[in-house]
Structure formats: structure tokens, C-alpha cells
């Protein structure tokens, strides 16, 4: 079975300025995939970034940044320079590789606001 | 290109009615899922397609709910009898193939609320 968690209900941010979201997962697979998702108040889910449980360096997408620490089971997100669209829900998942159903797992999420 | 798309976008119904969910997944993309979003929750996974069949099952929480998939694209999510506690958004979702370094492309949703 494999397990995500969100510790942070909410967080909040000062605009320009960067922020970590939490993300702690835990599985018995060798090999999985790590992702984020954005949710904004509209309620579409928007991919941000991946991460491969091999990949040896740590993904980034513009101003996403995935701190990935195998050995502590980390899968933090960083945002630099936060913009007030950035406003919305952050969900990290995670997608093993055991199981016929390939589907991801979600954390609880956490709501960023980013303030003016 | 086009995104998933889902319909209705909302979805009122009376407790004890059936409700059908549509998902238009991306052209192309051979694996479709559907989850559930209770309000101020993440995502429950339900069910899994590969092409037309659905290996896993389990996702699903009772036996009012089933889905189909005919000709390896669009995907009903068909709930009978719906209850109170059925009330969500449905999510749909498609990738390429469900190997993990895939993401998945969610639509915008189906919400369903049972009166």
C-alpha cells in the first residue's frame, strides 16, 4: 500500500518570496514516480512537476522545484518567487509500480495563499 | 489540443436515482481514470481503464457503482441508486500509458450533488 502525507492544512506566503510545501510518502515499491498537482478554486488539476524514484537529480519546471530525499521519503515542493496566482490547493501524489492499476495516490493537500 | 472533457458539469439528483458521468479522454491516450473528490478531501482513486478493460476494480465503493469504456476512449461512470454520501467531484483522468513517469491530465470535473 502506499501512502502520501500533507502535513501543512494551509500555508501562507508573501508574494515574491519562495515557499516549501511538505510532502512525506511512504511505499514498499524499488520504483515509482513522485508528482504535484495544482488545484486553483476553478477545481481543474493541473500537473506541475514529476519525479522518478531514480532519477538522480532533483526535477525543476520554471519556478517548481522538487526536493526529493530518498532516504527520508521526501518529496517537497519549492516555489520561487510566489505570484499571487498561485493561490490554490497543492496535492502531492505518487504512483507505484506493484498492482495492475498504475493509479495515483493522493495526500490531503495543502492551501497556499500567497499575500500582496 | 483538447483536454479531457467531462459532462454534465454539474449534477443535481434526487437520493435513489441513477446518474450517468461521461469522460472524453485526450485522443490517444490509452489509460482513463476516474476519481472522487469529497469536498475539502483529495482525490479517491475508483477505477482504472487500459484500453477498454479495467484490471482493477477494488477502487470502486460499493457495487452501485461500475463504469465502461467502449472503443478505447470515451468512459461512463454510472452510479444506481445514489445516496447522500455520493455527493463529490468526479474527476476523470487520461495519460498516455500508465507507466509512472506519465502524468496524468485531469478534466474539469463532474460535480454531483444528491438531494
Known amino acids: 500500500a502506499q501512502k502520501i502525507t500533507q502535513t501543512q492544512p494551509g500555508m501562507f506566503v508573501q508574494e515574491k518570496e519562495a515557499v516549501t510545501l511538505d510532502c512525506t510518502y511512504d511505499?514498499?515499491?524499488?520504483?515509482?514516480?513522485l508528482f504535484w498537482y495544482k488545484q486553483p478554486s476553478s477545481g481543474e488539476m493541473i500537473f506541475l512537476i514529476y519525479?522518478?524514484?531514480?532519477?538522480?537529480q532533483n526535477a525543476t519546471e520554471g519556478r517548481y522545484s522538487l526536493n526529493f530525499q530518498k532516504a527520508r521519503k521526501s518529496a517537497n515542493l519549492v516555489i520561487s518567487a510566489s505570484q499571487l496566482g498561485d493561490s490554490a490547493m497543492y496535492f502531492c501524489?505518487?504512483?507505484?509500480?506493484?498492482?495492475?492499476?498504475?493509479?495515483?495516490?493522493f495526500g490531503s493537500g495543502t492551501q497556499l495563499t500567497v499575500l500582496p | 489540443g483538447a483536454g479531457v472533457s467531462q459532462s454534465p458539469s454539474n449534477k443535481v439528483t434526487e437520493k435513489g436515482k441513477d446518474v450517468e458521468l461521461r469522460c472524453d479522454p485526450i485522443?490517444?491516450?490509452?489509460?482513463l481514470y476516474w476519481y472522487r473528490q469529497s469536498l475539502g478531501q483529495g482525490l479517491e482513486f475508483l477505477i482504472y481503464?487500459?484500453?477498454?478493460?479495467?484490471?482493477?476494480k477494488s477502487g470502486l465503493p460499493s457495487d452501485r457503482f461500475s463504469a465502461e469504456r467502449t472503443g478505447g476512449s470515451v468512459s461512463t461512470l454510472t452510479i444506481q441508486r445514489t445516496q447522500q454520501e455520493d455527493s463529490a467531484v468526479y474527476l476523470c483522468?487520461?495519460?498516455?500509458?500508465?507507466?509512472?513517469?506519465?502524468?496524468?491530465?485531469f478534466g474539469p470535473g463532474t460535480r454531483l450533488t444528491v438531494t
Open positions: 483522468a487520461s495519460s498516455l500509458a500508465p507507466l509512472d513517469s506519465y502524468e496524468q491530465y
Open positions: 511505499t514498499s515499491d524499488q520504483s515509482y514516480g
Open positions: 481503464f487500459q484500453g477498454n478493460s479495467a484490471p482493477d
Open positions: 519525479q522518478g524514484s531514480y532519477d538522480e
Open positions: 501524489a505518487m504512483r507505484g509500480t506493484s498492482g495492475s492499476a498504475r493509479q495515483l495516490t
Open positions: 485522443s490517444g491516450h490509452t489509460a
